[in-house]
């Protein structure tokens, strides 16, 4: 009496959520910093699995510089202003995504620029990444918000200067 067995295990699902903030001087010419963090507050880990995890395309206002993680492998896909995230997140880990963008010298000030970056994960445990959520700012109310900033003027800081050396090579070439 010979009798079959299945495999019944299931992988238990995950649940990922993400914020995404920007910080810098938000100038033409200046750079961005988008700081996103994918959290998994399911009870098991999200695998690597076939797909991107993550998927960033910032906006025509920017250039994609670079883009690195704190764990997996992100990837800066220069030609097409995308950034992609591939690894796993243990349960109630997170990974944390830096992205760095320039902001062209041609924006004009005032200009709002929004970007939001979307998760993919495997929310029923059979390893396929079937669910998908966006990122969220933090500092919004509610979730599912955009992260966005509007274009500053640039400080004096921003402005170049001339240094002692500098200024004595200029006095010497305006008074000859």
Request: cysteine-free.
């Amino acid at each position: 009496n010979e009798s079959d067995t299945e495999d019944t295990s299931v992988i238990s699902p995950a649940t990922l959520s993400a914020t995404k903030t920007a910080s810098g001087t938000l100038s033409p010419g200046s750079t961005v910093t988008y700081t996103i963090v994918i959290s998994n507050s399911g009870p098991a880990m999200q695998t690597d699995n076939p797909g991107d995890e993550f998927v960033d395309v910032l906006p025509a206002q920017l250039t994609l510089i670079s883009a690195n993680a704190t764990s997996g492998t992100a990837v800066a896909t220069i030609g097409t202003n995308t950034v992609t995230w591939n690894g796993a997140i243990p349960a109630a880990g997170s990974v944390t995504i830096t992205i760095q963008a320039l902001i062209e010298a041609d924006v004009p000030v005032g200009t709002p620029i929004t970007n939001q970056g979307t998760i993919n994960y495997d929310a029923d445990g059979n390893g396929t990444n079937e669910a998908a959520g966006v990122t969220d700012d933090p500092s919004q109310a509610g979730s599912g918000n955009s992260t966005g900033f509007v274009v500053a003027p640039a400080t004096l800081a921003d402005i170049p200067a001339l240094d002692g050396f500098g200024l004595a090579a200029l006095a010497a070439l305006l008074a000859g």
